[in-house]
Structures are given as C-alpha cells and as structure tokens.
Nanobody
C-alpha cells in the first residue's frame, strides 16, 4: 500500500521560506513521477511542480516558477520529494498535497495535505 506523508507546513510571514517534504513508502517508486499541488479555500486544486525518477523537474505556474524548487531523493524502497518555497506571499496560502503517478496526467496517489499559511 503506497503512502505519501507530507510534513513541513506551517505559518510563515510574507517573504519567508518553507520546505515541504513528502515521504513515500509501500511500493516501488522507480519510473514514478512525484510532485506537488495546492488548493486554496474556494479554489480548484492547482498543479505546482513535478519531478521524474531521473530528476527532470517541471514547475508549472508562472506565479511560483522563480520562487519554488522541487527535488527528490530515491532510496531502495522509499522516496522523498521536497518543495522549497522562497519569497512566500499571502496568496501562497493553501493546503499543499504531494502526489505520485506513473503518468503525470493521471494521479495515482495523494498525500493527506499540509497547511501553509503566509501572513502579511
């Protein structure tokens, strides 16, 4: 049973940084894409970033491309994917979700989410 567990969310002032970590276990993550989405209250879930097994990364929205970075650490039976968030803005406030997929267009697994709140 694949599990994705996020950590690292919290309250931060505008301009600050946070590092979100997602630990994956319970299956093979070889050739699996990992990434991050977020969902703000009353809004649709937004795709943020994805990274392949080989480390090719993609940052999607222009609003975060220069501020967020994704990385992953592959181990034998576990994996960790990290989202480094810098220069945070109040509009970055959302629940952030880790995701895993064989094809990034169809998400196979979700984490439970971690709250990020950016204060003014």
């Amino acid at each position: 049973q694949v599990q994705l567990v996020e950590s690292g969310g919290g309250l931060v002032q505008a301009g600050g940084s946070l590092t979100l970590t997602c630990a994956g276990s319970g299956g093979s993550f070889k050739d699996i894409y990992l990434g991050w989405f977020r969902q703000a209250p009353g809004q649709e879930r937004e795709q943020l970033a994805a990274i392949s097994w080989s480390g090719i990364s993609m940052i999607y929205p222009d609003s975060v491309r220069d501020r967020f970075a994704i990385s992953r650490d592959n181990a034998q039976n576990t994996v960790t994917v990290t989202l480094q968030m810098n220069s945070l803005k109040p509009e970055d406030t959302a629940v952030y979700y880790c995701a895993a997929a064989k094809r990034w267009s169809v998400i196979d697994y979700w984490g439970q989410g971690t709250q990020v709140t950016v204060s003014t």
